[in-house]
């Protein structure tokens, strides 16, 4: 992924992240300085030639600190190449299993795209070890157990699809090959460790396939949303009519943690995968909101083109990509949508009303599979994290909707 600055977006005349963050290194050196002249001046150790030689001394000690190992000659071969008494093993790597119903990675791409919902997502960036003790918990200390918290930030489609992808005329035709690069975005966490008994031979690292543990979080998660802006009408989707719910995440590059022992992920250049042609849209858009679209970014066909796949589905996979305006406002359509839901309940009187469900899993991408590692979780859950989400069905009971049609 690059990280070069294409265009700057930011017009405001505030100082950057850049010069706030100087200026405080430079200041922070500056007293580090001081405060170390007035320690050797306190102690009786003059600014002398005796300061020079323990000057000379210090450096010395330092450069003694550095690795010891003869430098790697420059070369272009396709390898990892390390100096002699240095070697590697590969941890965890693109499509790695983590769930023990889940076969090895055929990297052909054959295996199904549902699948990578249990498998290692594609370009590992950042990540970081929280050590966990006997009991199963977070332990700052511990050092032979823990669970790695690792980024997906995007990828490379040659090495997930049997020919790459599959665009025709600017146009993705293979929704199941857009499904497998929204699983192999996102996050991963998985459980390590150097235990004879469990992972190998002692003292090797490697990472516990079947832990209950293990997780992915991908760009189909579902994801609720809490706060002040929870339910609020700017959040309203086909996915989340009601505006609590969200899916997953994309792009995710930097990383940090919390005291408190949890993990935070950072997107980066999301704005990327959204289509927006902007010579069509911007004269849709009022000054306010074509501001807005310039300063992320969001113009362009979208990095994978997600949004061009067709048809659609009820809750807007593949279309909530699109970041154009393609007809009335949000708040119009539902508005419209509210009005014919109330003409529909006023001529509804004479027909039976039923609700029904059926679990779409979000990480297996099954419909009520028996195979589906999640069948077994409680009703409630399933509702909760089912991509479909219960709906009404209405059963005629009396043939009397035409004739209040015409009324």
Same mark, same amino acid.
């Not at 023990?100 to 950042?126: K, L, P, V």
């Not at 066909?301 to 067709?310: D, F, H, K, M, Q």
């Given at each position: 992924?690059?990280?070069?600055?294409?265009?700057?977006?930011?017009?405001?005349?505030?100082?950057?992240?850049?010069?706030? /963050?100087? *200026?405080?290194?430079?200041?922070?050196?500056?007293?580090? $300085? @001081? =405060?170390?002249? &007035? !320690? /050797?001046? *306190?102690?009786?150790?003059?600014?002398?030639?005796?300061? $020079? @030689? =323990?000057?000379? &001394? !210090?450096?010395? *000690?330092?450069?003694?600190?550095?690795?010891?190992?003869?430098?790697? =000659?420059?070369?272009?071969?396709?390898?990892?190449?390390?100096?002699?008494?240095?070697?590697?093993?590969?941890?965890?790597?693109?499509?790695?299993?983590?769930?023990?119903?889940?076969?090895?990675?055929?990297?052909?791409?054959?295996?199904?795209?549902?699948?990578?919902?249990?498998?290692?997502?594609?370009?590992?960036?950042?990540?970081?070890?929280?050590?966990?003790?006997?009991?199963?918990?977070?332990?700052?200390?511990?050092?032979?157990?823990?669970?790695?918290?690792?980024?997906?930030?995007?990828?490379?489609?040659?090495?997930?699809?049997?020919?790459?992808?599959?665009?025709?005329?600017?146009?993705?035709?293979?929704?199941?090959?857009?499904?497998?690069?929204?699983?192999?975005?996102?996050?991963?966490?998985?459980?390590?460790?150097?235990?004879?008994?469990?992972?190998?031979?002692?003292?090797?690292?490697?990472?516990?396939?079947?832990?209950?543990?293990?997780?992915?979080?991908?760009?189909?998660?579902?994801?609720?949303?809490?706060?002040?802006?929870?339910?609020?009408?700017?959040?309203?989707?086909?996915?989340?009519?009601?505006?609590?719910?969200?899916?997953?995440?994309?792009?995710?590059?930097?990383?940090?943690?919390?005291?408190?022992?949890?993990?935070?992920?950072?997107?980066?250049?999301?704005?990327?995968?959204?289509?927006?042609?902007?010579?069509?849209?911007?004269?849709?858009?009022?000054?306010?909101?074509?501001?807005?679209?310039?300063?992320?970014?969001?113009?362009?066909?979208?990095?994978?083109?997600?949004?061009?796949?067709?048809?659609?589905?009820?809750?807007?996979?593949?279309?909530?990509?699109?970041?154009?305006?393609?007809?009335?406002?949000?708040?119009?359509?539902?508005?419209?949508?509210?009005?014919?839901?109330?003409?529909?309940?006023?001529?509804?009187?004479?027909?039976?009303?039923?609700?029904?469900?059926?679990?779409?899993?979000?990480?297996?991408?099954?419909?009520?599979?028996?195979?589906?590692?999640?069948?077994?979780?409680?009703?409630?859950?399933?509702?909760?994290?089912?991509?479909?989400?219960?709906?009404?069905?209405?059963?005629?009971?009396?043939?009397?909707?035409?004739?209040?049609?015409?009324?």
């Amino acid at each position: 992924m690059r990280h070069d600055l294409i265009e700057e977006h930011n017009t405001s005349s505030n100082p950057t992240f850049d010069c706030i /963050l100087s *200026a405080r290194l430079s200041r922070r050196g500056m007293l580090g $300085g @001081a =405060a170390s002249a &007035a !320690a /050797l001046t *306190a102690i009786g150790v003059g600014m002398t030639a005796d300061a $020079g @030689a =323990a000057d000379g &001394a !210090a450096r010395a *000690a330092k450069r003694s600190l550095g690795l010891n190992f003869n430098p790697v =000659a420059k070369g272009l071969e396709d390898a990892v190449i390390l100096p002699p008494g240095y070697s590697y093993k590969v941890l965890y790597a693109l499509g790695d299993p983590i769930h023990a119903r889940i076969s090895d990675y055929a990297n052909d791409g054959s295996d199904e795209y549902w699948t990578f919902a249990y498998r290692s997502g594609d370009h590992h960036d950042g990540m970081h070890f929280f050590g966990m003790g006997g009991n199963g918990r977070w332990d700052r200390n511990a050092a032979s157990r823990g669970l790695l918290c690792l980024n997906h930030e995007a990828i490379t489609p040659a090495y997930l699809h049997p020919a790459g992808q599959t665009i025709v005329n600017g146009v993705r035709t293979v929704p199941e090959e857009v499904k497998r690069e929204f699983y192999v975005h996102g996050v991963s966490i998985i459980e390590l460790g150097r235990r004879a008994s469990k992972f190998g031979r002692a003292g090797e690292w490697a990472y516990d396939r079947s832990s209950r543990f293990n997780q992915r979080i991908h760009t189909l998660s579902p994801m609720k949303i809490t706060g002040p802006a929870s339910r609020s009408r700017y959040l309203v989707t086909r996915f989340s009519p009601e505006g609590n719910m969200t899916r997953g995440t994309v792009n995710n590059c930097a990383n940090g943690h919390t005291p408190w022992g949890t993990y935070l992920t950072c997107e980066e250049n999301f704005a990327g995968y959204f289509r927006r042609i902007a010579a069509v849209d911007n004269p849709r858009r009022t000054a306010k909101e074509v501001a807005a679209f310039a300063r992320y970014g969001v113009a362009g066909t979208g990095r994978e083109l997600w949004a061009t796949v067709t048809p659609d589905t009820p809750d807007n996979l593949f279309g909530r990509w699109n970041a154009e305006k393609l007809g009335v406002s949000a708040e119009e359509a539902y508005a419209e949508l509210e009005a014919v839901q109330t003409k529909v309940r006023r001529l509804v009187s004479s027909v039976e009303v039923r609700e029904r469900f059926v679990y779409h899993c979000p990480y297996c991408g099954g419909i009520e599979s028996p195979t589906c590692a999640y069948m077994d979780h409680p009703l409630e859950w399933k509702i909760e994290h089912s991509l479909k989400k219960p709906w009404k069905e209405y059963v005629t009971v009396e043939k009397t909707i035409e004739t209040d049609l015409r009324t």
